[in-house]
């Protein structure tokens, strides 16, 4: 079975940036959709963004279009969130999760990671 492992968390200031990536090991992440979640403390666990990994199509949440950006390294078996120009409401643990559909609900994934901690301070 896939196992999935997030790194790149930490604290920045606004206007910082962060590069999250999510590793998968015992397969790999061909026909698959790979999504990225994030959930604030208190607060909902919600979509961010996805890439289908054969394809390339790349979807994101309004919120974070034309400042974050995610792409995939074939050879590294490896998806990457660029995170730029963040902001305090960015704030939140980050997860990885693989499906076979796209599917904006943290809901029916067949595989989620750990979560990597993404602080920005004001």
């Known amino acids: 079975q896939v196992q999935l492992v997030e790194y790149g968390g930490g604290s920045v200031q606004a206007g910082g940036s962060l590069r999250l990536s999510c590793a998968a090991s015992g397969g790999t992440f061909s026909g698959l959709v790979v999504h990225w979640f994030r959930q604030a403390p208190g607060k909902e666990r919600n979509f961010v963004a996805a890439?289908?990994?054969?394809?390339?199509?790349?979807y994101y949440i309004n919120s974070v279009q034309g400042r974050f950006t995610i792409s995939k390294d074939s050879a590294e078996n490896t998806v990457y969130l660029q995170m730029d120009s963040l902001k305090p409401e960015d704030t939140a643990d980050y997860y990885c999760a693989a499906g076979e559909k796209y599917i904006v609900l943290p809901y029916g994934m067949e595989y989620w990671g750990k979560g990597a901690r993404v602080t920005v301070s004001s």
């Open positions: 890439i289908r990994w054969n394809e390339g199509s790349i």
